[in-house]
């Protein structure tokens, strides 16, 4: 078979097909409708003369030949991705672009960066407000958020799940509301923050107390600039470091990952 004949798109349907085992999640992920997935999954199966696929009582299978290519099929597909961010970035192994968010990249990981560029003279860094930007139009090597998983990324946890309650000295008894932290049933909170940020510097201001994530009020509370009023306690959601396989291949990203989670 001829490299140019190659039905890529087809593939890529099939691909998506096969991991979900669903005609109508495939089409969610790729953004088109299920008969365009199984039109497409018709005509790879023409174009190879095989069945793909069966219907069951119990849903959607593979067929034996359908299973018989997946894992070469995928690990072709990681080559793709890896050789489009070879061609938008050159992989310079001295330049990362990092996406997380504004206050956690202030408490935790800027001194770490710095920290970092210490021992590896000439590293440059370009930094995205966004955590959620998207990794392709951004060209990010990883980004830091926090979330209760890695999703379909690959992570590693920074820091286990922990919250607490804190409040800088002589803070009135007053919760801090933010997304993130649901407050007790019945309290009525005399400040709304928009994000963990907000929170926190509402708290270091002595504008009350307020629930936030262990690690990024570690260093405020060492500097005795907040207090802590309740915990360190299990929470659900924790500081991820995320990227795609293709980012986790690379030398620079495996470095500084290693030296971040040290």
């Known amino acids: 078979m001829k490299r140019t004949h190659l039905p890529l798109n087809a593939l890529r349907v099939f691909d998506a097909a096969a991991r979900h085992l669903s005609f109508t999640r495939a089409a969610d992920e ?7 997935v199984g039109q497409q999954i018709r005509a790879l199966e023409e174009h190879l003369g095989t069945v793909l696929f069966r219907r069951t009582s119990k849903g959607l299978e593979l067929t034996d030949e359908g299973g018989a ?7 072709g597909f990681l080559k793709f991705e890896e050789s489009v961010q070879s061609m938008q970035a050159g992989q310079a192994s001295d330049r990362f672009t990092i996406a997380a968010p504004r206050e956690f990249y202030a408490q935790w990981l800027a001194p770490r960066l710095a920290a970092y560029r210490e021992q590896s003279e000439g ?5 995205i407000a966004d955590e959620n930007a998207d990794f392709t139009e951004t060209n990010l090597d990883f980004a830091i958020r926090l979330v209760d998983g890695p999703g379909d990324l690959e992570g590693v946890e920074l820091a286990p799940a922990r919250r607490v309650i804190v409040a800088a000295p002589g803070a009135p008894d007053e919760w801090i509301d933010w997304p993130g932290a649901p407050l007790p049933e019945g309290v009525d909170a005399k400040v709304v923050a928009g994000n963990a940020g907000q929170a926190l510097s509402s708290a ?12 990024l009020v570690e260093e405020a509370i060492e500097a005795k600039r907040l207090e802590v009023l309740e915990g360190p306690d299990e929470g659900r959601r924790a500081y991820w470091l995320v990227a795609p396989t293709p980012q986790w291949r690379q030398k620079k990203v495996k470095a500084l990952v290693a030296f971040l989670t040290a």
Not at 30 to 36: D, E, G, R, S
Not at 123 to 127: E, H, I, S, T, W
């Open 204 to 215: 270091v201001a002595g504008l009350g107390k307020a629930m936030l994530p262990y690690l």
């Open 123 to 127: 590293v440059r860094f370009q930094l």
């Open 69 to 75: 290519g997946l894992d070469a099929l995928r690990e």
């Open 30 to 36: 790729l953004a088109v409708t299920p008969a365009a």
